[in-house]
């Protein structure tokens, strides 16, 4: 019989899948025309950085050395989670190319950076538990 993940990693595993997701979605809205105005372009990179850097510090975090190097890595997917929101709303409030694409995914960049945060803060109560253990 093999062992059965336990409930905590079938977090994990669903957290990272639905982060990789919206990467795979933002990546798939990126406008296909040849060009584009400087604005959208300017802003359509640093969001493709931002939602895809967020993903890949989720998955560094999980493979994380320590317990430090772990908050380290979520506060990154932090940061970039919220940079991906600000990117998407940039996009849609100032109606640049791809935007009615795009802006459907801004509840879900959202709630990843709601996610994110309640992780690192639930850490960081654990570690300041566990050390005055």
Not at 16 to 23: D, G
Not at 26 to 34: G, Q
Not at 91 to 113: I, P
Not at 119 to 131: D, G, L, P
Request: glycine share 2%.
């Amino acid at each position: 019989m093999l062992n059965q993940p336990s409930p905590q990693r079938l977090r994990t595993l669903a957290l990272q899948k639905r982060s990789f997701e919206l990467s795979c979605n933002v990546v798939r809205a990126y406008p296909k025309e040849r060009h584009f105005d400087d604005p959208s372009r300017i802003v359509w990179r640093q969001l493709i950085r931002a939602v895809t850097s967020s993903t890949l510090n989720l998955e560094e975090a999980d493979a994380a050395s320590s317990e430090a190097d772990f908050l380290s890595k979520m506060r990154i997917a932090l940061r970039e989670a919220k940079e991906t929101r600000v990117a998407i709303r940039l996009l849609t409030a100032c109606r640049l190319a791809g935007s009615a694409e795009v802006g459907k995914y801004e509840d879900e960049a959202n709630q990843m950076a709601s996610i994110f945060s309640a992780i690192i803060q639930n850490k960081k109560a654990n570690m300041k538990k566990n050390h005055r253990s």
